[in-house]
Structures are given as C-alpha cells and as structure tokens.
C-alpha cells in the first residue's frame, strides 16, 4: 500500500521531479503538457477550442474553492458508500484542500466562459484533484495509477450536477460580503440623514420646484431604500441553498449508489458551514436555472437603484456656481486635464456607469435561463462569468462610494434654505396661516413681478419672516398615515 504523504518537503522535492514534460493522449491525439502542471489532456483540448475571454476559472476563489468543496464531499461520501478506499479518499481530499489553498490556479486554467456547458471546467477540476492526489500517494502525474480523474474524483457526479451546484454555492458565498457593503452604505446615509435633520430644503418635482422638506428626509428616504436592498439580495440569496448535486446527468441519479445522495449533503454543509440541501424535485433542479433569473434580477435592481441616488447626488451638488449646489461631495481627484480647477462627481459617475453594465449582466442572465433545452442548461458558464461580474463590481463601487463619497458628504445650510425661501414651493406652507385665495393672489404677483414670494411678504407685513420659517418648519414634519 502506498504511503499517504502530506508535508512541504514532499512537496517540494515532487515538484523538482516533475520539471520535465510528460505526453497525455486523447482521441484526437497527443498533447506535451509541462512538468510542473497538474491539468491533463481535458483541459488542454478545453483550452485550445474555447479560450474567449481573460479570465480563467479561478479568477473567482469562491467559484474554485465551491468546485473543491463539492469533490471534497463526493469523496467522503463515496468512501461511507464503499465505492473509494478511506486512501483514495484522504488523497482526494488533501488535494482539494490544496485546491481551496489557491496552491494550484496556474493549473486552473480552462476560461470562466468556455462554451462545453461546463464540461471542460469539470474536468479541469477532476485532472487537477487527481494528480494532486497522486502526489500525496507517491505517483507521478498523469499515470492515474490510483486516482483517475473520471474514475474516482467524478465518482457519483456528472458535469451538470456539480458545476450548477457549485455555481450556487460560489454565488452565496459572494453575496455575503456584497450586502454587508450595502448595509454599510445604509448606515452611512442614516448618518447623514441625523447630521441633516433639521436643514430646511426645497423639494422638487420633475425638476421643478414642489414643497419644502428637510433635507434629512431626503438621505432618511436612500437609507430606507438602501436597507431594502440588502433585504431582498439576503432573502434570493437563501434561495440558493437548494442545489441539484446528485441527480448525476438528468436527475435520476444514475451512477451514484443508493446512500450517496443524503452523504453528500451531510459532509457539503460539514464543510462549508451551510446547511444545503437536495431538492424536493430533482428533475427541476436540473432542467431550470431560474434561481439565477431572480439572483441576477435583484443586482440589477440594486445597481438601478443606487444610480438613481447617485444620480441625484450629482444633481443637488452641481455647480459651485452653476448650479445648486446644496450639497458638497468630498474632492476626489482633478476633474479636468484642461480646466484648472474643476472637479466632477466622479464616485457618483462611477456607480451609475457600473449600474449599465450590471443591467446588461442581467439581460445575458435572462437569455441564458431561457434557452435551457430539455434536461439540463447548458449555458451555466455565461451565468457564472455574468452574475460573478455582477457582485463583483457592486461590492468594490458600493465600498468606494460609501466611504470616498457618502462619508463625507456636507451640506451649505444657507444655499439649502435660500433656495426654499426663494421658490414658490413655500406657498402651500402658508395656506394654513393666510388661507389659499389670499396666498394665491400674492403666488400671482410674484410671478408677475419677478420677485420671491418671501419679499412680497416681507413688504406687505401680512407674516413676519420668523413666522413664515415656522411655517416652512411645520409643514416640513408631515404626519404619514394621516
């Protein structure tokens, strides 16, 4: 029996032995692969017919180490089933843990979009595993003398069980730092909701003047829609516990022996910490990937979302003389290799541009969930590179805009409440005290004569300005409900 080896020296002095090439062969012929490489002949063929993009299939450490997670647990439950050696068993699971390390991307190297429904990253994964494996055992690379890629690291699985399974573990793993990004963001406009609270502010309507509010209503109404956000990505995210690990090819389980199915749940949520779980049908879990659908359907509404409220941060701090300017957002960097001096929004430029491609992220999603065909949906890898694309660039935008933006947001009290003053909005706050015909006719004349209502007020003496700011304060304070 071989001896099962796990220590860096071993390590070490394997790999000096591997610095020559070695030849793999498939059908279609041989293939020289480097030394010190663990892939084999599946992933060079993956490589040479579908390599499209930039990104290889551990660009992603939570797609590689979901990957590594779900051979991990197949192995231990092919062992409890009696169909792998406890020995085949360990070395699997060394390997995989070596995997999730990140000691081997340079092997994982099949592109995140390769069009084989996945068939290609599987195996890349398998050959990876297994020659790893057969380091730990004392075998050379590429025999496969006692771990065979197929044999025993895919025992019980196919490529359209594991890489959807794996996909939904990688997304949930994702989503956890994203909401926590969000969250982050909602206590930083709470924040400045209790630093602005009693700012007196002109709120607008299709761009025109409305009614006075304060101006902490207005980041108390983001912080409110920023919270909901995270609700709504926590509550799609749980939905992605239910995986199709163990329906094999088509649902059936055919492959797998009888006790698999149950094992590989127990040791999957064992090893990483949550509670999946099979689904109550397997042939849907196969056929739909419309999870996805909703997963990719709550990104883009959050990046809508939040590029509606950067939108309006550039709008309130336009200017400085230009426009409104009745917010601040802290100077960011030149805005200008022209004009000395300027500064542009670029943090709320930014969320808004990162907002278009998410939205186009979903579209591919949508089309991809759609042409499914039959059994099973082959288009998985489009779904990973787009909704990993996705939660990737709302968790680094929201973190830089939250804290290189929102933070440090301050407001000109004066302009804010000049603005109000000078606007017709003010109107309906003296109805109450002056009743609406009187408050109408003097409406009137101050269109008429090009003046604010505030100074027609002031000369006619009907209400003294302490009393109009009271009550622009009181009508500032509705009662919701009412």
């Keep these: 029996m071989n001896k099962l080896v796990y220590n860096e020296s071993q390590t070490e002095s394997q790999t000096e032995s591997r610095n020559d090439s070695r030849t793999e062969r498939d059908y279609v ?30 660009h992603y450490p939570q797609f590689r180490d979901a990957f590594a997670q779900c051979k991990w647990a197949a192995a231990l439950a092919n062992r409890d089933n009696d169909v792998l050696t406890t020995q085949q068993c360990e070395a699997i699971m060394l390997a995989c843990r070596d995997v999730i390390a990140g000691r081997f991307d340079d092997s994982l190297i099949v592109d995140l979009l390769e069009g084989s429904g996945g068939t290609s990253t599987n195996m890349n994964f398998n050959e990876v595993i297994a020659n790893r494996a057969q380091q730990h055992l004392g075998q050379p690379s590429g025999s496969y003398d006692v771990i065979h890629p197929n044999d025993h690291v895919n025992r019980s699985q196919s490529t359209n069980d594991v890489y959807p399974a794996a996909l939904k573990i990688a997304t949930h793993a994702m989503l ?30 299709c761009l025109q003047d409305a009614q006075p509010m304060r101006l902490g209503q207005v980041f108390g109404g983001y912080a409110s829609l920023t919270r909901r956000l995270a609700e709504e990505l926590a509550a799609v995210r749980d939905k992605l516990r239910t995986l199709p690990l163990g329906g094999t090819a088509i649902g059936t389980g055919f492959g797998a022996p009888a006790g698999y199915r149950s094992a590989v749940y127990r040791h999957l949520s064992s090893i990483t910490g949550v509670d999946y779980t099979a689904p109550s049908n397997p042939f849907d879990a196969m056929q739909n990937m419309d999870v996805f659908s909703r997963v990719s359907a709550e990104l883009r509404t959050c990046a809508a979302s939040l590029a509606k409220v950067a939108s309006d941060l550039t709008v309130l701090s336009s200017g400085p003389v230009g426009g409104l300017g009745e917010l601040h957002l802290p100077e960011a960097q030149a805005g200008s290799s022209i004009m000395p001096g300027k500064v542009n929004p670029v943090l709320p430029m930014a ?52 804290q290189k933006c929102v933070a440090g947001i301050t407001a000109d009290v004066a ?26 006719k003097l409406a009137r004349q101050s269109v008429a004569e090009g003046r604010p209502l505030r100074s027609i007020l002031d000369e006619s003496g009907l209400l003294a ?13 509705p009662v919701f409900g009412a």
């Excluded at 010190?36 to 992933?43: A, S």
């Excluded at 490589?47 to 993009?53: D, H, I, Y």
């Excluded at 926590?180 to 709470?190: K, N, P, S």
């Excluded at 999603?365 to 590179?385: C, D, K």
């Design 29 to 58: 012929g041989e293939v020289t692969i480097p030394g010190d490489k663990l892939y084999g002949v599946n992933t060079v063929r993956g490589v040479e017919n579908l390599s499209v993009s930039p990104l290889g299939i551990a």
């Design 176 to 205: 956890e730092p994203l909401i926590a990004e969000i969250v982050q963001l909602a206590a930083h406009f709470d924040t400045k909701a209790t630093e602005f609270a009693d700012i007196l502010h002109l709120g607008r309507t």
């Design 351 to 402: 969320m808004i541009q990162l907002s278009f491609a998410v939205i186009g992220n979903d579209v591919a999603v949508a089309q991809a969930v759609q042409y499914g065909q039959l059994e099973i949906n082959h288009f998985e890898p489009v779904v990973a590179s787009r909704v990993f694309d996705s939660i990737m660039l709302l968790t680094n935008g929201i973190q830089r805009f939250a």
């Design 415 to 440: 302009r804010n409440e000049q603005h109000l003053m000078d606007s017709m909005a003010m109107a309906t706050a003296l109805v109450p005290k002056l009743g609406y015909a009187r408050v109408s």
């Design 465 to 477: 300005k302490d009393d109009t700011l009271a009550a622009i304060h009181e009508a500032s304070y």
